[in-house]
C-alpha cells in the first residue's frame, strides 16, 4: 500500500503539470484562428483595401457607400476595434444581442456565417479569444475590463 501512495501522487502530479499545456494548446489567438476567420468572413470589406481607423472617421459616408469598413487586415489595426481607440467596436457589431437591452444583434452579427450555427460557432471563437467581451465604448469602460479583454496575438 505505501508503494501505491507516491506512484498516485507522482501520477497526480504530472496530470496537474500537463493540464495548462493541453489548455495552451487550445487556446485561441489571433493567428491560429481569427485572422483566418477575419479573412473569410470580414475581408471583402475590412481588407487591405480598406481605410484605417482614422481615414474612415474622416469619411464615413463615402466609405460606407464604398461598402468599406475600417481595415482589420492586421493585428494592429483589428486592437483599434476591441481595446484602443474604439474599444468595444467589434464586439458592439459582432454581438448576437444577448448583451444588448432590445436584444437585436449587432449590425455584422450575420457576417459571422451562413447559419445559425455557422455564426454561433465564430462567434464563441471570438468570445474566446477576446475573453472580456463588453459593448462599452473606450469613455466607458474601467481598467479592470479593459484588463479583462486577453486577445492573445
Same mark, same amino acid.
Given at each position: &500500500?505505501? $508503494?501505491?501512495?507516491?506512484? !498516485?501522487? &507522482?501520477? /497526480?502530479?504530472? @496530470?496537474?503539470?500537463? +493540464?495548462?499545456?493541453?489548455? +495552451?494548446?487550445?487556446?485561441?489567438?489571433?493567428?491560429?484562428? %481569427?485572422?483566418?476567420?477575419? #479573412?473569410?468572413?470580414?475581408?471583402?470589406?475590412?481588407? /487591405?483595401? /480598406?481605410?484605417?481607423?482614422?481615414?474612415?472617421?474622416?469619411?464615413?459616408?463615402?466609405? *460606407?457607400?464604398?461598402? !468599406? =469598413?475600417?481595415?482589420?487586415?492586421?493585428? #494592429?489595426?483589428?486592437?483599434?476595434?476591441?481595446?484602443?481607440?474604439?474599444?468595444? @467596436?467589434?464586439?458592439?457589431?459582432?454581438?448576437? =444581442?444577448?448583451?444588448?437591452?432590445? =436584444?437585436?444583434?449587432? $449590425?455584422?452579427? *450575420?457576417?459571422?456565417?451562413?447559419?445559425?450555427? #455557422?455564426? +454561433?460557432? $465564430?462567434? +464563441?471563437?471570438? *468570445?474566446?479569444? %477576446?475573453?472580456?467581451?463588453?459593448?462599452?465604448?473606450?469613455?466607458?469602460? /474601467?481598467?479592470? #475590463?479593459?484588463?479583462?479583454?486577453?486577445?492573445?496575438?
Amino acid at each position: &500500500m505505501a $508503494n501505491r501512495v507516491p506512484a !498516485l501522487t &507522482m501520477l /497526480s502530479l504530472v @496530470a496537474f503539470l500537463a +493540464a495548462p499545456v493541453v489548455q +495552451a494548446a487550445d487556446a485561441v489567438t489571433y493567428e491560429n484562428g %481569427i485572422r483566418q476567420l477575419i #479573412e473569410k468572413r470580414c475581408a471583402e470589406c475590412h481588407g /487591405s483595401d /480598406s481605410p484605417t481607423m482614422a481615414e474612415f472617421k474622416l469619411d464615413e459616408e463615402k466609405y *460606407k457607400k464604398d461598402k !468599406l =469598413g475600417p481595415r482589420m487586415d492586421s493585428y #494592429e489595426g483589428l486592437m483599434v476595434m476591441v481595446n484602443g481607440s474604439d474599444t468595444g @467596436a467589434v464586439m458592439r457589431r459582432l454581438d448576437d =444581442g444577448a448583451n444588448t437591452k432590445d =436584444g437585436k444583434p449587432g $449590425n455584422m452579427y *450575420k457576417q459571422l456565417g451562413k447559419t445559425d450555427e #455557422e455564426r +454561433a460557432a $465564430n462567434l +464563441a471563437l471570438f *468570445k474566446g479569444w %477576446i475573453g472580456g467581451w463588453t459593448l462599452k465604448r473606450a469613455k466607458d469602460i /474601467s481598467e479592470d #475590463e479593459r484588463k479583462a479583454i486577453l486577445v492573445p496575438r
